[in-house]
């Protein structure tokens, strides 16, 4: 499987899917809605609502995409011991690829891939915070280690490590990738994504160059950006990734910069600014392999994309 997504990035331009959380509130699950009560425990859903979770796939299927995204992305040990989940990591992340192979299965004609979502622990190692970077590395490791084994035996096409705020968290996570890898006797293809700020740094100031020469030469597959900001306020970086000539690129940006309105994030960005964006990304860096949505994307971002990518002969 890893060889296959590979060669399609090198022969065509992927579209990923969507968001995921804001698709899940529309829904407005109530508490009863999540394994056990636990009010927001999102990813819980492939347990006690797998057609919720299938139709939201399905959703971007139908809407163009090639990949979807399990809903994993707190699927870590670390973050599901907080909804009392922990000793189920390996079993929910295999449930939860599983579920989104079943829904690829619908759609027979041309190649479609199940990306392994992988979001942080909550944790900053690399802080010097009494709370958040006081945790053991070790730890870390065998949070996304224990993920990435379900995934991988789940059927997944490949690992995105995503929405990354720590680069030492990211190193971790690879590694980790690789253990459950090694003890499993299976590989998958990783796409370490890191976020960015409008300033083109990460949360603990770590900016796109040194982020990327950190984990290149770690044995990923793709570098990519992701969540944060919009489009625009990418570019810097993703000309910078490109200028590299190395490794391929994925851009799933917000539908713009989050403006707070009572208390809420809100995504504005239309379907069609959205796509002219990252529709000149593709003509212009020609690294860019794969594109995609984050928080604010909705299916009709993903089937303007698709228009986008058909418009541009891409």
């Not at 060669?7 to 995921?20: S, V, W």
């Not at 907080?82 to 690829?104: C, D, H, M, P």
């Not at 459950?180 to 990783?190: C, D, L, R, S, T």
Request: proline share 4%; aromatic share 8%; net charge negative.
């Amino acid at each position: 499987m890893t060889n296959t997504f590979l060669d399609e990035i090198k022969n065509h331009i992927l579209l990923f899917d969507g968001a995921m959380g804001t698709e899940i509130q529309k829904l407005k699950p109530k508490a009863e809605d999540f394994p056990n009560n636990k009010d927001g425990f999102n990813d819980g859903l492939v347990l006690s609502k797998p057609e919720w979770i299938k139709n939201i796939h399905r959703s971007y299927l139908e809407a163009g995409s090639d990949c979807i995204e399990t809903n994993t992305f707190g699927s870590n040990q670390i973050k599901l011991q907080e909804y009392g989940f922990g000793e189920q990591t390996v079993s929910i992340n295999k449930s939860a690829a599983e579920l989104a192979r079943s829904v690829i299965k619908e759609f027979g004609n041309g190649e479609k891939f199940v990306v392994g979502s992988m979001g942080p622990t909550g944790y900053l190692p690399s802080s010097n915070d009494p709370d958040l970077g006081n945790v053991p590395l070790n730890t870390i490791i065998e949070a996304f280690e224990l993920q990435a084994q379900g995934l991988i035996q789940g059927g997944v096409d490949v690992l995105l490590i995503e929405t990354s705020q720590d680069i030492l968290e990211v190193k971790l996570a690879i590694i980790g990738s690789f253990n459950a890898m090694e003890k499993i006797g299976k590989k998958a293809a990783i796409i370490s994504n890191v976020t960015l700020d409008k300033y083109g740094k990460m949360l603990l100031g770590t900016n796109v160059q040194s982020a990327y020469t950190t984990v290149s030469d770690m044995g990923v597959s793709v570098f990519g950006l992701n969540c944060s900001t919009g489009p625009v306020e990418m570019e810097s970086s993703i000309r910078w990734l490109d200028e590299q000539n190395e490794l391929p690129i994925l851009v799933m940006p917000n539908a713009g910069m989050p403006i707070n309105e009572g208390g809420n994030a809100v995504y504005k960005m239309t379907s069609k600014d959205m796509s002219h964006h990252l529709g000149e990304f593709l003509l212009k860096y020609k690294k860019v392999r794969m594109i995609g949505g984050c928080c604010g994307t909705t299916p009709e971002h993903i089937r303007e994309l698709k228009s986008t990518l058909k418009s541009y002969n891409l």
